[in-house]
């Protein structure tokens, strides 16, 4: 257990700071990378169509990979465009709603397609965890996910209970141990969360 404790405080921890500074600097970025951004042909499952009217599937250079979203582009997804989501809903695919899609709504997000910021659960070779199974909304604990595959580690600490909400580390969920989509390092820190009694 000692090995997975070190890898944490000294490998996922760390990595973790860094994305969170990745994510920062994406503000400055994508602006300048979204005068860039070209459609491209769809190739992947998860989209088969326009999302919706005037979407395009729009990328941003390989450069600015970090930044991008693979999934959906530049644009966002079919939600993007409702108000709840999207403070430039009006606009939905202008300049405005695609900086705040990629720099704000989801910051780096090209990271959960690199191995170092990200893993698939089902490719791990092994997995457990201590505290609770389940932590979430409502279900308040704690809990250290950690796994391995080959020689490669990844750990996670989550905790959530009355003095808010802490998440660092992979989001390897106990619950999900066959997710075959990519989860990618996270940093949580929200004094102000409370979960409802």
């Known amino acids: 257990m000692t090995k997975?404790?070190?890898w944490f405080l000294f490998i996922d921890?760390?990595?973790s700071i860094l994305k969170v500074i990745i994510a920062l600097v994406g503000i400055f970025?994508?602006?300048i990378a979204l005068p860039f951004a070209r459609e491209?042909?769809?190739k992947h499952s998860l989209?088969?169509?326009q999302l919706y009217y005037a979407w395009e599937y729009k990328r941003l250079p390989k450069i600015f990979a970090w930044w991008d979203n693979a999934d959906y582009g530049v644009q966002g997804n079919d939600v993007f465009r409702r108000e709840a989501y999207n403070p430039f809903h009006e606009r939905v695919g202008g300049f405005l709603s695609n900086w705040y899609w990629l720099a704000i709504r989801n910051p780096a997000n090209g990271l959960y397609k690199t191995r170092l910021f990200s893993v698939v659960p089902k490719e791990l070779d092994?997995?457990?965890?201590?505290?609770s199974q389940l932590v979430d909304n409502n279900k308040p604990g704690w809990q250290?996910?950690?796994g391995r595959k080959g020689r490669r580690l990844y750990t996670g600490l989550y905790y959530y209970k009355g003095s808010g909400e802490y998440r660092f580390g992979f989001k390897l969920l106990p619950t999900e141990r066959t997710r075959e989509r990519e989860i990618g390092l996270t940093f949580i820190a929200n004094p102000f969360k409370r979960h409802k009694k």
């Open 126 to 131: 092994y997995m457990a965890w201590l505290g």
């Open 40 to 42: 491209e042909h769809l």
């Open 4 to 6: 997975y404790y070190l």
């Open 13 to 15: 921890l760390p990595l």
């Open 29 to 31: 970025i994508v602006p």
């Open 144 to 146: 250290f996910v950690f």
């Open 47 to 49: 989209i088969k169509k």
